[in-house]
């Protein structure tokens, strides 16, 4: 079974600054997704931002970006100019190409940004 | 479009009494899924769906029930309410084959006392 671990649980950056947030995954699939998901306190899902395995590319989405190491099976999330809108609960998920493939999330992790 | 829709938002019921979450979707999605999300816990799949008629267990499916009678409808049954199935749930759809993306539910808040 698949396995997402994101071990920190909470992080804090001064508002304007760059901060990462880290995620390991394991799979034994050559081909996957990888998302970020934004939860704030209204706690709607927010896609942040979507990587495909097969893609060398790394995902950007305007401040957004991810650093995907499928060897290291890592998948951190950049977030670039913080801003006080940024403060929330970030989730890390997993999910396989198969069509009844199911999403795997990790335990999320806490971001402040202070002002 | 009205997307994924959670019904109640909001419920409190005592420990022993039934309930049912409700969830449509109007995209035409078959895969559809319910989650809990608790503190420190992510967000655990439940009971997934990959089509009318199709259900199966996620990783906590003990103590609800589903099932899948419209492509539209997803309802998830609490049979004997406990304490311990206070949480926040989420329902979430998507696009079998070529489902890239995930549309969730805003989530339904449950308190059992």
């Known amino acids: 079974a698949q396995t997402v671990t994101q071990s920190q649980p909470e992080m804090s950056v001064q508002e304007a600054e760059t901060v990462t947030l880290s995620c390991t995954y394991d799979t034994s699939e050559s081909d996957y997704y990888l998302f970020w998901y934004k939860q704030p306190p209204s706690r709607q899902m927010i896609l942040v931002i979507r990587q495909e395995a097969y893609k060398q590319q790394n995902a950007t989405e305007n401040r957004f970006s991810v650093n995907f190491q499928k060897a290291a099976k890592s998948f951190s999330l950049k977030i670039s100019d913080s801003q006080l809108g940024d403060a929330a609960m970030y989730f890390c998920a997993y999910r396989g190409t198969g069509a009844n493939s199911k999403l795997t999330f990790g335990k999320g992790i806490t971001l402040s940004v202070r002002p | 479009n009205a997307g994924v829709t959670q019904t109640p938002k909001f419920q409190v019921l005592k420990t022993g009494q039934s309930m049912t979450l409700q969830c449509a979707q109007d995209m035409n999605h078959e895969y559809m899924s319910w989650y809990r999300q608790d503190p420190g816990m992510g967000l655990r799949l439940i009971h997934y769906?990959?089509?009318?008629?199709?259900?199966d267990q996620g990783e906590v499916p003990n103590g609800y029930n589903v099932s899948r009678s419209t492509t539209e409808d997803f309802p998830l049954r609490l049979l004997s309410a406990a304490p311990s199935q206070t949480s926040v749930y989420f329902c979430?759809?998507?696009?079998?084959?070529?489902?890239?993306?995930?549309?969730f539910g805003e989530g339904s808040w449950l308190t059992v006392v």
């Open positions: 979430a759809s998507r696009n079998r084959v070529s489902g890239n993306t995930i549309y």
């Open positions: 769906s990959v089509g009318a008629g199709i259900t």
